[in-house]
């Protein structure tokens, strides 16, 4: 292969990591740009996804088969299943911490996410469980730079949630107010609208596009595990933050940045793969000193 | 026959154990422009705030149009007409002036009502169609004011709650804010009132209300209250 076939192909796995990170880090900064909370239980939710996508898949694969159909419904399944568990968290664990001191309700959210992957690890001992999947590895060649058509699909789909959620946030009524919530919460509620509502909704979003990464991650890799939530929420939360956090365009962006950095930063001598992780939080920390608002962030500052 | 459309009896209010109304009571008849003066810190915020469900009374109660609103939830009682424009203008900077009037429209279901709203609320501040694509953030004070204002007759507005329109504005803007509070008056809005610029709202009034320290201490029909030297000397300060 050559270094120009190395690079695309690296363009390509960069582009499918970087949806992941995208779909998880929307979540991240939606709930933050509206009741200013870091949710380390996010990424958990990802995992929770994924494992009841795993769950829908082996209910309606008799049905529907294990191919896109199958696939299809057990995403949306998984979505809205997530998005009420989303749901149940802000409503159970975050309300009633709204008013609390910043750092509680942190460690409230750090809580949830060891209840979450601590269950799932009880329910499944710990184990890998096989995502089996019936989509074949037919796709596209160009020269010596092959891409699944799975590959091609998965983006697609993170692609067509993120144009969605951006039609919602700018056009439609729920999605300015989402957006007016973030800027002033009192305002909006003289505009009659109903934040709690409003804040239910953003937590029913966020966790649904997290439940959707899971499920999408899941084909990919092929396998489901209780950890997997841990890395990717750190990863999204980087990726937010490379875009500035609270917004959403920076959220796709950060996301799809830091999935080709590593991409590309496996390709550096010396940096193999193992050292991917460093690489991504070391961009974290580059970034933090020189451009703590992130790419298409806000010049506020806050510290937690 | 003159209707009382707001109704406020021994209502008081707290921050915490700060005692911000001790036990007010007045009341605004449809069609009236009322206005609420008082100094720094007498409760004259607080006052639009508990009304409009912001802050919650701790005793007393509070009917629009005859409803009982006292344990409302602020978009419940926006829904029902009553629009408060907050001390500080509150816009949404970061947001187009256009989406700043959509969002004052949020209880409005049908979107040829809000077409024509907007084109009214364009018509009396020209400025903001001219400039509506922009960012909020952009806009003078005075345009600012403008915005909050039209915002608030976004929706079908039945009572609007000013809270301060003239701070900070260059006198002949004020002139033309009061200008426009005339006209809405005119065109069916009741209006509350709250100045610190006790001259030009009295102006305007109909009746007028003095606050000091969370009690009203004087009540009259607005000519009154401009001629008594001696009120506007001991409560309002010039
Ligand atoms: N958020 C708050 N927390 C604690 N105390 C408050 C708060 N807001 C107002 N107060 C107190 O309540 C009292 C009434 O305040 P309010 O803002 O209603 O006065 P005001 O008449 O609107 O004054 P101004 O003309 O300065 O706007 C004051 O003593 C004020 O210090
Ligand atoms: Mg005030």
Not at chain 2, 193 to 206: G, I, S, T, Y
Request: with cysteine; charged share 15%; proline share 2%.
């Amino acid at each position: 292969m050559s270094t120009l076939d190395i690079l695309l192909q690296q363009l390509a796995n960069g582009l499918i990591l970087g949806s992941f990170y995208a779909l998880v880090a929307l979540g991240y900064t939606m709930v933050y740009g509206i009741i200013k909370l870091l949710n380390f239980a996010h990424g958990d939710l990802y995992m929770c996804g994924a494992f009841i996508g795993f769950l829908f898949l082996s209910l309606v694969s008799g049905l529907l088969g294990e191919s896109w159909g199958g696939i299809l419904c057990s995403m949306i399944l998984s979505m809205i299943t997530v998005g009420l568990l989303g749901v149940l968290i802000q409503r159970v664990a975050y309300l009633p911490m709204l008013a609390a001191p910043r750092l509680s309700i942190l460690i409230t959210a750090l809580a949830v996410s060891m209840v979450l992957s601590n269950g799932v690890m009880a329910l499944t001992d710990g184990e890998y469980e096989a995502f089996s999947t019936d989509l074949g590895f037919e796709g596209l060649e160009m020269g010596n730079v092959f891409v699944t058509y799975t590959q091609i699909a998965l983006v697609v789909s993170a692609a067509l949630l993120m144009v969605t959620l951006f039609f919602f946030i700018n056009r439609t009524m729920y999605g300015k107010a989402m957006r007016a919530i973030a800027i002033d919460q009192d305002a909006c509620r003289l505009m009659g609208i109903n934040v709690n509502k409003v804040i239910t909704l953003t937590f029913f979003i966020g966790s649904a596009l997290a439940a959707a990464a899971g499920v999408m991650a899941g084909v990919y890799y092929g396998s489901v595990h209780f950890f997997m939530g841990f890395v990717i929420g750190l990863k999204a939360f980087t990726a937010a933050v490379i875009g500035g956090i609270g917004s959403i365009r920076g959220a796709m962006l950060g996301g799809l940045v830091l999935g080709l950095l590593e991409a590309f930063g496996t390709q550096i001598p010396f940096i193999g793969s193992e050292w991917k992780d460093v690489f991504s939080f070391g961009i974290l920390i580059l970034l933090l000193v020189f451009k703590p608002t992130g790419l298409l962030g806000k010049t506020e500052i806050e510290r937690m | 026959m003159s209707d009382v459309i707001l109704e406020i009896r021994d209502v008081e209010t707290y921050y915490g154990k700060i005692h911000a109304l001790r036990g007010i009571s007045f009341s605004v008849e449809a069609g009236e422009i009322v206005t609420l003066l008082g100094a720094n810190g007498a409760g004259k915020s607080t006052t639009l705030r508990t009304i409009s469900g912001l802050n919650r009374a701790k005793a007393g109660s509070i009917s629009f149009m005859g409803e009982e609103i006292t344990t409302k939830s602020p978009h419940e009682i926006v829904s029902m007409g009553l629009i408060h424009v907050p001390e500080g203008r509150r816009i949404f900077k970061g947001m187009t002036i256009k989406e700043n009037l959509e969002l004052g429209s949020f209880t409005l279901k049908d979107e040829s009502e809000r077409r024509r709203r907007m084109e009214h609320v364009y018509e009396l501040f020209p400025v903001l169609h001219e400039r509506r694509q922009r960012d909020a953030a952009l806009l003078s004070g005075g345009e600012q004011q403008m915005l909050a204002m039209g915002r608030a007759l976004m929706t079908d507005t039945k009572l609007l709650l000013l809270d301060e329109p003239s701070m900070g504005l260059a006198p002949f803007m004020v002139q033309g804010i009061m200008k426009i509070i005339k006209r809405l008056n005119a065109e069916g809005v009741t209006i509350l009132l709250v100045e610190q610029n006790a001259k030009a709202a009295l102006k305007l009034a109909d009746y007028g209300y003095v606050l000091e320290t969370g009690e009203i201490v004087v009540k009259g029909k607005a000519g009154k209250l401009q001629q008594d030297e001696s009120i506007v000397k001991a409560y309002l300060g010039e």
